[in-house]
């Protein structure tokens, strides 16, 4: 994007790549979401976006106790 251009290298050398930065984490975010989404996607009847599986399914869930005491 910027080649040739000493201050954007000296910018980059001193501070490091900021946008590069920026980017992977916006992506990383935007997968984490998608996966946390994707129970929801499938309850709803939405395919998953096109290229991309699907997350395998939970295999097991937590349950609440029942209020009282306890058994030991």
Excluded: N
């Excluded at 939405?46 to 869930?61: I, L, S, V």
């Amino acid at each position: 994007m910027f080649q040739d251009s000493p201050i954007y290298d000296r910018l980059i050398a001193e501070r490091g790549d900021i946008p590069t930065q920026v980017r992977r984490e916006a992506e990383r975010v935007s997968r984490e979401i998608e996966f946390a989404m994707q129970p929801l996607l499938q309850s709803s009847g939405h395919a998953p976006p096109p290229g991309r599986p699907a997350p395998p399914a939970p295999t097991w869930q937590r349950s609440a106790l029942p209020p009282g005491p306890q058994p030991l």
